[in-house]
């Protein structure tokens, strides 16, 4: 199905990228101004997987860097630059974009690009949820004998901007990305990773955007409890915020979150939240959604949760999510465990499969 984003879209789309964030996925107020901007500026579109020849061009779009860092900024010109950069080094043309993860900035995704291109948005992510890493957000490709990543990026204010081009090895020009990202000050807009619908539609998670808005309302409807509800989660934990520690390493948001409750609950996060323990026992672990609402009920990133602030705690299983294949390759985690000291990586999907 092919069809015009609107306005009623703005607000499902932003806040269940928020919850689907899991701590990370940008944060709400950027998103709501990105997506309001693109409908100012333009029509974007959306259309299903199916609308695509299985071997048309598809490239993903994505923010790159730590949440919590001092001084970043990304403008939506940046954003379009680092797609021109990128469409200038591909051996063929772009059929359409489509976003890394669900967030509250990263479900809108390629929507300004659609306004001022005409490039369609696919429903479909890289992954249903926020993740931290390049290369979980490559649909395998780092696993692809011969595969050729080509990236695009731009962003920082003027006295620190970037922008660039690399080709090579996925995790060669990923690292180059992720090292712009800390030179521009926090964050740089990518585009990178072209592969055909067809493999996107495999390996990623197609109606992810569909499927974001629907939470989207439910939660503005009915709360964190309503998208707990909705997910086949609950609200596991609320409590006040005792410690909070928060440090960029290698271009990421990397900590924990401990409460004052009886159960000494304890998360920890690089840029999304990757572990819940509760009276020392693990919880839940990503790709797990693990997600933070203020007071207010609001979704509440982990580079904004501060110490003595009241806080609830949603827990969703894996299982109910739209994941890519990524999320079950325990090689991916080995970087974010030796980040965080902790082990958490899943099965292999074969095992888990078993």
Same mark, same amino acid.
């Given at each position: +199905? ?64 730590? $949440? ?11 954003? @379009? ?13 772009? &059929?359409?974009?489509? #976003?890394?993860?669900?967030?509250? !900035? ?9 306004? +001022? ?18 290369? %979980?957000?490559? +649909? ?22 970037? !922008? ?31 592969? !055909? ?14 499927? =974001? ?7 503005? &409807?009915?709360?964190?409890?309503? &998208?707990? =509800? ?14 909070? *520690? ?5 271009? @990421? ?5 401990? /409460? ?6 304890? /998360? ?5 939240? %990757? &572990? ?5 026992? *693990? *919880?839940? =672990? ?19 949760? #501060? ?17 890519? *294949?990524? %999320?079950? +390759? ?15 990586? $899943? ?8």
């Amino acid at each position: +199905m092919k069809r015009q984003l609107t306005h009623d879209d703005i607000k499902a789309a932003v806040y269940g990228g928020a919850v689907l964030g899991g701590g990370g996925g940008g944060f709400v107020e950027r998103g709501l101004r990105t997506a309001e901007l693109a409908l100012q500026v333009g029509t974007p579109e959306l259309w299903s997987a199916d609308e695509f020849a299985p071997d048309a061009l598809t490239a993903t779009v994505a923010l790159v860097g730590a $949440p919590a860092a001092p001084d970043p900024l990304v403008l939506p010109t940046q954003l @379009l630059r680092a797609l021109e950069l990128l469409r200038r080094d591909l051996p063929r043309p772009l &059929a359409a974009i489509h #976003t890394n993860e669900n967030g509250a !900035e990263t479900t809108i995704n390629g929507w300004f690009h659609s306004a +001022m291109t005409g490039l369609p948005v696919i429903d479909l992510a890289c992954n249903g949820r926020a993740h931290p890493s390049s290369q %979980m957000g490559a +649909m395998g490709l780092h696993a692809e004998d011969g595969y050729r990543s080509y990236q695009g990026y731009a962003g920082g204010k003027p006295g620190a901007y970037v !922008e660039g081009s690399t080709g090579g090895r996925l995790d060669a020009t990923s690292n180059v990305v992720r090292r712009a990202s800390v030179e521009a000050g926090g964050w740089v807009g990518a585009a990178r990773n072209p592969v !055909e619908v067809g493999y996107a539609v495999e390996h990623g998670a197609p109606g992810a955007i569909s499927f =974001a808005m629907e939470l989207g309302r439910r939660f503005l &409807a009915d709360g964190p409890e309503g &998208a707990a =509800a909705h997910l086949g989660g609950e609200i596991a934990v609320t409590g006040t915020v005792r410690t909070y *520690r928060c440090e960029q390493r290698e271009g @990421l948001d990397v900590g924990v979150v401990v /409460l004052d409750d009886a159960a000494g609950t304890t /998360l920890h996060f690089v840029n999304e939240y %990757m &572990a819940l323990e509760l009276d020392g026992e *693990r *919880r839940a =672990a990503f790709p797990d959604l693990i997600t933070t609402f203020d007071a207010e009920g609001q979704p509440l990133a982990s580079a904004h949760v #501060t110490a003595g602030e009241r806080i609830s705690v949603l827990v969703a299983p894996a299982a109910r999510l739209p994941l890519s *294949r990524t %999320m079950y +390759m325990p090689e991916l985690y080995t970087p974010l465990e030796d980040l965080l000291g902790i082990t958490f990586a $899943p099965a292999s999907k074969v095992l888990a499969d078993a």
